[in-house]
């Protein structure tokens, strides 16, 4: 694996949208379970059942991705779908005290929606910015990356649910989620990347 390919900074850029859509996978899929469980009291099949709604609905996403960045812009699908992940950890955060199973589902699927409109397309305009000799190392970049940012969160959301107790806790980690996305958000729109150009072109 050659790190020269972090030397393209919209490479990195869509490396970093890749690793906290796929983080944001990864945490809201720990913290749902629990939240059904804690806080709802669910148990077994039903809390299984829950689970399985924004997973089918990210399928979905993941099944029509590729045509539609064919046809849209894929900095807007992109810009989209952070808007949404974004957004859906906010709804979390603000209807923290009155989240309902209904609600749940409503606002993870979002999440679903969101995270699918990221990963592929940052994965594909990264790919696009490096020159071909790195690209299969890129790609690998990629990978690593999203599983590092994914354990890193899952550990920071893991502790902000130990130091504070029932849905308090929950709301923590929202809100962290919600903040860390809203600043990668914020640097997708400001360094407007534009088109599937190389930079070495």
């Known amino acids: 694996m050659q790190i020269q390919a972090l030397r393209y900074w919209r490479f990195d850029l869509c490396l970093l949208l890749s690793g906290m859509a796929y983080a944001s996978l990864i945490d809201l899929t720990t913290l749902l ?31 029509i991705i590729s045509p539609l960045t064919s046809w849209l812009n894929a900095n807007l699908v992109m810009v989209t779908g952070m808007t949404l992940l974004d957004a859906s950890f906010l709804l979390f955060v603000i209807d923290s005290d009155h989240l309902t199973t209904f609600k749940l589902l409503l606002f993870s699927c979002l999440t679903a929606i969101g995270s699918g409109l990221v990963l592929m397309p940052a994965t594909t305009q990264g790919s696009n910015f490096l020159p ?70």
Request: no cysteine; aromatic share 10%; hydrophobic share 50%.
């Open 132 to 201: 071909t000799k790195l690209v299969a190392h890129g790609i690998t970049i990629i990978t690593v990356t999203r599983q590092l940012f994914g354990s890193l969160s899952t550990a920071l959301i893991t502790f902000l649910l130990t130091i504070s107790t029932g849905k308090r806790g929950f709301t923590h980690s929202f809100t962290f989620l919600a903040f860390i996305n809203l600043i990668v958000l914020v640097l997708l729109i400001f360094t407007a990347l534009g088109g599937s150009r190389n930079e070495n072109n």
């Open 33 to 63: 379970p629990l939240f059904y469980q804690e806080i709802l009291g669910q148990r077994g099949f039903e809390v299984s059942l829950n689970l399985l709604i924004p997973a089918l609905t990210l399928v979905v996403i993941n099944l």
